[in-house]
T-cell receptor
Framework: DQQVKQNSPSLSVQEGRISILNCDYT??????FLWYKKYPAEGPTFLIS?????DKNEDGRFTVFLNKSAKHLSLHIVPSQPGDSAVYFC?????????????FGQGTRLTINP | NAGVTQTPKFRVLKTGQSMTLLCAQD?????MYWYRQDPGMGLRLIHY???????AKGEVPDGYNVSRLKKQNFLLGLESAAPSQTSVYFC???????????????FGEGSRLTVL
């Protein structure tokens, strides 16, 4: 049972345009959400996060939106740059549960075309 | 500052062989995790530890054992490797002081294991 789902395995965007990556979750206990970025042959690196008490968090070119009623979050990258080409993982946790284990989605491969 | 280091980076095993993956972190983090990454499956939690001497099962623990004898090290063992354990394994760590505030994990570079 996949509690965190990224339904788009891949996404191709032109350089300078907006990239929108989507993520859905089923567990209503999740109250903290994160996006990780992964390059080939490297470990995932933290990108941006959002608490369930917010509906938006922004960090430079990256913005995460959370819609709790729809159990949906999205990552917006604008403008998209070639260095953004990577696999992006959505993750969620329930902070009142011990060790705050992260549950990850399947990942979306983003390709930015020059 | 090395962060999270995994050894070995690559390994090929025959079915039934055993091996141990070592994760070492130099950030004095209390929490450590082992994940596996498979195509179309994302990262799935195998085992984790909230401190020295403690371990717990994650989402897919079968066929694996772990030990946390020292705070900085978290070992993942395969007693009798199976082809289904072919995967990329990631170790991660997190300080306890951030446990209630963020869920950010610091990952190693991964260990690619192939079981023939």
């Amino acid at each position: 049972d996949q509690q965190v789902k990224q339904n788009s395995p891949s996404l191709s965007v032109q350089e300078g345009r907006i990239s929108i990556l989507n993520c859905d979750y089923t567990n209503s206990m999740f109250d903290y959400f994160l996006w990780y970025k992964k390059y080939p042959a490297e470990g995932p690196t933290f990108l941006i996060s959002i608490s369930s008490i917010k509906d938006k968090n922004e960090d430079g070119r990256f913005t995460v939106f959370l819609n709790k009623s729809a159990k949906h979050l999205s990552l917006h990258i604008v403008p998209s740059q070639p260095g953004d080409s990577a696999v992006y993982f959505c993750a969620a946790s329930a902070r009142n549960q011990g060790a705050q284990k992260l549950v990850f989605g399947q990942g979306t491969r983003l390709t930015i075309n020059p | 500052n090395a962060g999270v280091t995994q050894t070995p980076k690559f390994r090929v095993l025959k079915t039934g062989q055993s091996m141990t993956l070592l994760c070492a972190q130099d950030m004095n983090h209390e929490y450590m995790y082992w994940y596996r990454q498979d195509p179309g499956m994302g990262l799935r939690l195998i085992h984790y530890s909230v401190g020295e001497g403690t371990t717990a099962k994650g989402e897919v623990p079968d066929g694996y054992n772990v030990s946390r004898l020292k705070k900085q090290n978290f070992l993942l063992g395969l007693e009798s490797a199976a082809p289904s354990q072919t995967s990329v394994y990631f170790c991660a760590s997190k300080p306890r002081k951030l446990a209630g505030l963020t869920g950010e994990l610091f990952f190693g570079e991964g260990s690619r294991l192939t079981v023939l």
